[in-house]
């Protein structure tokens, strides 16, 4: 099994991730609200191919849209795997130790889907503050989970 070393930096990693996770999910949500609330009226006044579109954001650029998407859907699941997590770690017994090296995989995973639509974005660019403090928060969160995933995956074969 794995030392007290080992847990207390998973625990750690599992806290810093939830509080990472819960603004990226707040964030997310807002800007998902804004562009569900203003799509309407903006769309209104273009081309045909884009009032049809149904991820269309009145902000940011043409990744807006699914980046968005994704981060809420990293950002909730992040939420609920770093919680479970801290159940998890805080037993260190093998069963619960590979549920969470499970979850926390799959949770990374999506946070890396939503770091690569982040990265396109960025490289598109005419996003504002809001967008590029998601941005940068994705980014942040996708390297915690790696570790924290890591120190998990490193607790269950140790």
């Known amino acids: 099994m794995a030392t007290g070393g080992q847990k207390s ?15 990226v999910t707040a964030i997310a949500s807002w800007a998902m609200n804004h562009g569900i609330q203003r ?16 991820i269309y954001f009145p902000m940011g650029n043409a990744a807006t849209g699914v980046f968005i998407l994704f981060s809420l859907i990293a950002g909730v699941v992040g939420f609920t795997t770093s919680l479970t997590g801290l159940q998890n770690v805080s037993s260190w017994r093998v069963p619960s130790l590979y549920a969470a090296a499970t979850s926390s995989l799959t949770s990374w995973a999506l946070t890396l889907l939503a770091m690569g639509l982040a990265c396109k974005e960025i490289e598109l660019g005419w996003t504002d503050s809001n967008l590029r403090t998601l941005e940068i928060i994705t980014i942040v969160v996708s390297g915690t989970q790696m570790l924290c995933t890591g120190v998990i995956h490193a607790g269950v074969s140790g």
Request: glycine letters at 0%; aromatic letters at 10%.
């Open 39 to 54: 799509s309407r009226e903006t769309a209104s006044n273009l081309s045909p191919p884009v009032q049809l579109f149904p």
């Open 9 to 23: 930096v998973a625990s750690i990693l599992l806290v810093l991730n939830l509080v990472l996770y819960f603004i």
